[in-house]
């Protein structure tokens, strides 16, 4: 059964607006949520949402079964967000479509705010982290510059105490215009400072090691060109390695980096006091490897179906852009686990991608891989699917 969002007629008013949800993300939290969280203004750190250019989260127009600082698992939010129709992502994107991350930063920053809605970081009296643990979701329908208000529905399904950690569970379903754009189910953990420096990564990860034969039979690959991403939301430096029948299944294998730089712009969005490189950017960079990998294995095919842009997205502006991907491949499960973060300390940020299934005739790839910083795997793909139309 799907998570539906509030029925009632016509535009709801929010009960926190954009100035609250602000001082939430870069200001002082009880002007966002009341009295109980004064202690975070200025003598504690709470976990926040990010702010901008990353805060994809304007409103919050529903709150149901949950109550203001009552830790307890059953609450739900409808949030929504107004997509700029010249917002930075898109020019960086290369393409008029919202990038993968940002679609699920849409998803996902209405469970960070229920979170601290029902008073999470009360619950401990260390300062404790707020981080993603993964999920599994499915995109439906792309997002373009014409897209208006998306509406996210969330709800937390459970709430544990563990090991010193708080563990929780949510739903989720974005919408546009009653459609349902990207749905699925993700896992936060509350973490403490010290929890997260003894960061162990992905337990049991086996990347894949080339042998010296097939990594002799590679190449690099250019990162830059039509549809590729540019600027603030290029995540790699380079892809020094694509092997086209390499891999466990011999259908492929590429690796790209990207050195740790403490100035780039998304440690100061993200988070205030907290600074870390979003999961979702580090998903980017397994995205972006497989954007190379596909032009390079269908280079005449790149802006035959330009058209169909338009069908897809029902935008007329997109009607001309040449070659561009799904990114996910519309109605693909696909799922991640992060067991580690990436800071401003660390110096280098290693993508690995096993591609898994090829249809030539769809132009599809699907790819199961790793990312690691500093030679630690700290996340985990599976089934990431990208078209290339």
Known sequence: ERLAPATAAGPCPPLFDNDSIMDYAVGQPSRAFGEPYKIFDSERVIARLPGPPYKVLDRITRIEGCQAFKLAAGGVVDAEYDVPRDAWYFKSNGQLQMPFGVLLEVALQPCGWLAAYVG?????????????????????????????????????????????????????????????????????????????????????????????????????????????????????????????????????????HKKVDPAEWFFKAHFYQDPVC???????????????????????????????????????????????????????????????????????????????AVDDAQRVLRADGFLKVDGLVIYKMTDFTLRLV
């Not at 960079?285 to 997205?313: D, E, I, T």
Request: glycine share 12%; charged share 20%.
């Open 120 to 256: 999470s970081a009360l619950s401990s009296p260390t300062d404790l982290s707020f981080r993603n643990l993964g999920g599994t979701a499915v995109q439906y329908e792309e997002v373009g510059p014409d897209a208006g208000t998306l509406l996210t529905t969330v709800k937390m399904t459970k709430n544990v105490h563990s090991a010193g950690m708080l563990i929780q569970d949510y739903e989720l379903a974005v919408r546009r215009q009653g459609r349902v754009v990207y749905e699925g189910a993700t896992q936060f953990g509350f973490f403490s400072k010290q929890a997260l420096s003894e960061q162990v990564g992905v337990r049991g990860a086996q990347p894949y090691v080339p042998a010296a034969g097939e990594a002799a039979r590679g190449s690099a690959l250019d990162i830059s060109g039509p549809g590729m991403p540019q600027d603030m939301l290029r995540m790699l430096d380079a892809i020094d390695l694509y092997v086209p029948a390499g891999g466990p299944k011999g259908l492929g294998f590429v690796r790209g």
């Open 278 to 356: 979003p999961g979702s950017l580090g998903l980017e960079s397994f995205l972006q490897l497989l954007k190379a990998a596909a032009r390079q294995r269908w280079p005449a095919s790149q802006g035959s179906q330009a058209s169909k842009a338009q069908v897809v997205l029902r935008s007329p502006e997109t009607a001309s852009q040449g070659s561009r991907f799904e990114a996910m491949a519309l109605g693909q499960k696909h799922q991640w686990v992060y067991r580690g973060q990436i800071v401003p300390a660390n110096k280098l940020v290693t993508v690995e991608a096993c591609i898994t």
